[in-house]
C-alpha cells in the first residue's frame, strides 16, 4: 500500500512559477515510475511527466521547456513548472506505479490567472 499528497498548488499570474511537491508513503520501495498528471475543467486526465527510479524522463509536448520533474529517494517527486501559461490551469495529480498499480494522491489545485 502506498499513500500519495501533493502540496505547492496555487493561484500564479501568467509567466510566474510553481514548485509542487508529492510525497509518498507506505511501502515507498515497491515504486517504480512516478509522475504528474493534470485535469482541467471539461478535459480528461493528461499526462504532464514521469520519471523513472533511474531517472529517465517524459514530457508532454505541451511542457517542454517549461516544466521539470525530478526525483529525491524513491518516493519524493516535484514538477517545477516555469512560464506558466492559463492553460495551465488544473488540478495536478502524483502518480506512483507499482505492481502494475497506479496510485493517486487526492490533487493539488494550479490555478494561473491575472
Known amino acids: 500500500q502506498v499513500q500519495l499528497v501533493e502540496s505547492g498548488g496555487g493561484l500564479v499570474q501568467p509567466g510566474g512559477s510553481l514548485r509542487l511537491s508529492c510525497a509518498a508513503s507506505?511501502?515507498?520501495?515497491?515504486?517504480?515510475?512516478m509522475g504528474w498528471y493534470r485535469q482541467a475543467p471539461g478535459k480528461e486526465r493528461e499526462l504532464v511527466a514521469t520519471?523513472?527510479?533511474?531517472?529517465?524522463t517524459k514530457y508532454a509536448d505541451s511542457v517542454k521547456g517549461r516544466f521539470t520533474i525530478s526525483r529525491l529517494n524513491i518516493g519524493d517527486v516535484y514538477l517545477q513548472m516555469n512560464s506558466l501559461k492559463a492553460e495551465d490551469t488544473a488540478l495536478y495529480y502524483c502518480?506512483?506505479?507499482?505492481?502494475?498499480?497506479?496510485?493517486w494522491g487526492k490533487g493539488t489545485l494550479v490555478t494561473v490567472s491575472s
Open positions: 520519471i523513472t527510479r533511474g531517472g529517465g
Open positions: 502518480n506512483a506505479l507499482y505492481n502494475g498499480i497506479d496510485c
Open positions: 507506505g511501502n515507498i520501495f515497491i515504486i517504480n515510475t
